[in-house]
Every structure is written in C-alpha cells, then in structure tokens.
C-alpha cells in the first residue's frame, strides 16, 4: 500500500524552530515584561499553532492580542527573508517521485509560502500540497491538519507518516492515528524525554536515517 509523507516545516525542513520562537521572546519581553528564555518557550508553546500558544499566553497577560501577533509575523517574515538552509539530506527525499509528499504545518499559509520559496522548496510543494493553520479549526495537538491533509491527498490514516519534532505535533500525529517519526536534530535538547515518554520509537537525528525508514516502510 503507497504510503503518503507529510512534513512539518519548522524543526524538520528548515532549523526555524527555535529562529521563530525568538521573535515571541523578544517582543514577549519588551511589550509585557514576560522574560522567557528558549528553554521555557519551547516547553511552554514548542510546535504549537498560534491559535493554541495565543491561548497559553492569554493566560500569563490578557493583554497578549492581535498587537502581539501583528508584531510577531513582522519579526518573522523579516528572519524568513534573510534566507533558510534546508536541513542536511532533506531534498533527496524531496528529489523522490516515488514518494507521494506534502507539508501540514502550524504556521499560516502566507508565511507558509515564504518559508518555502526563502528555503528554495517551491518546486516540491506546490500549493495543493500544503496545509496551514489557518484551514482547519484546531492547531496541534490536534490532529486536524494531519487529518485534512490526508484527506485532501487521498489517504487514510494509518497509511501516512509523519515528521515531526515536537511534543505537541507528534501527540497529533498519534490523536490522527498516523506513523509517527520524530526528527529531533535541532529539538532533542528540549523535547526528547517527552517524546520517549509518548512511546514514540522512530526517532533520528540524521535526515539520512528518516529516508531509510521512509524507503522501508513506503
């Protein structure tokens, strides 16, 4: 049975992760005198949608709203546009005609695309194979965007894998009833004894061993 790849984007494709997080950091202490360091906002909102980590952080300051996130997405496409570096082997997977592959991110689809066209992507993903926040009610950890993407691609469930780096994707991926796969190159520091306490066993740090898994599971 084909098996279809969904990708996560930020942690996996690209180290944007942690880039991002920066930005909420940075204006997070500025504007609400909240004085997180990386470790306290990747445990507090890692790999979560902004709809989910708006909801987390309207419950330290009710006053963080649509100001925080406007300046957010300036910081952000700022950092997007001075260039990504995919990660290390990612495109031969891409290069694959074999495998069927799409991207299901907690990011909007505008910032989505410049993600993509900045990490020099495009030719891969065209725009019926991304799938953003912003088209689903619910951001990770539920599993509604793994869901829709399977759907619209034409897969059930248990047919697809992901890769993920995060506590809260990988916990969607397992609420979608999905293959997990935890890329933890850039995220092992902060996430990787929760995601062996999920039960997670697919976990690589070298997108080499995601290809071979991918190639023997397809």
């Known amino acids: 049975m084909q098996k279809l790849v969904i990708w996560d984007f930020d942690g996996v494709i690209t180290d944007t992760e942690s880039l991002l997080l920066q930005s909420r950091i940075d204006i997070l202490s500025k504007n609400f005198q909240i004085n997180w360091d990386m470790d306290t906002i990747m445990k507090k909102i890692g790999g979560m949608g902004d709809k989910e980590a708006g909801d987390i952080l309207k419950t330290i300051n009710s006053d963080i709203g649509d100001n925080f996130w406007k300046d957010v997405y300036i ?51 065209p725009d019926e194979n991304i799938f953003t926040i912003d088209m689903v009610e619910k951001g990770k950890p539920e599993p509604d965007i793994f869901l829709l993407a399977a759907k619209k691609m034409g897969y059930k469930p ?34 990787l004894d929760d995601i062996k306490k999920l039960g997670i066993k697919n976990i690589f740090e070298d997108m080499r061993d995601v290809e071979n898994f991918i190639l023997e599971n397809l």
Do not use: H, W
């Not at 809260?168 to 979608?176: C, E, K, Y």
């Open 158 to 191: 248990e047919n697809c894998i992901v890769i993920e780096d995060s506590v809260a994707g990988l916990t969607a991926v397992l609420r979608a009833g999905m293959t997990p796969v935890a890329f933890v190159k850039y995220s092992k520091y902060y996430f």
């Open 75 to 125: 910081s952000d496409v700022k950092k997007i546009e001075n260039g990504l570096n995919l990660t290390d082997y990612i495109e031969n997977i891409f290069k694959n005609k074999k495998i069927e592959q799409c991207i299901a991110t907690g990011g909007v689809f505008d910032k989505t695309k410049r993600k993509i066209k900045s990490a020099n992507i495009e030719k891969y993903f």
